[in-house]
């Protein structure tokens, strides 16, 4: 399992993004701003290692 890192395609979209072994993007790329909003949203039941906040919960 790779970590997500963040890129920032153009000024103002900044996103959370996977490599594949290759360095290629997978398929999975998630706007930052409703990836947190939607952390916020849930109550966590799961904790998630760091770089894994997709895969899981994260307690806030």
């Known amino acids: ?3 997500r890192e963040t890129i920032q ?3 103002g979209d900044k996103r959370y ?4 072994e290759k360095g290629h993007f997978t398929s999975d790329q998630v706007d930052v ?3 947190l ?3 916020n949203n849930q109550k ?3 904790a998630a290692k760091p770089g ?3 895969r899981g919960d994260r307690k806030s």
Do not use: F
Not at 17 to 20: A, G, L, N, P, T
């Open 1 to 3: 399992m790779s970590k």
């Open 17 to 20: 993004v996977r490599r594949d």
């Open 9 to 11: 395609p153009k000024p």
């Open 33 to 35: 701003g409703k990836s």
């Open 52 to 54: 894994q906040g997709d």
């Open 37 to 39: 909003a939607s952390d």
């Open 44 to 46: 966590a039941k799961n």
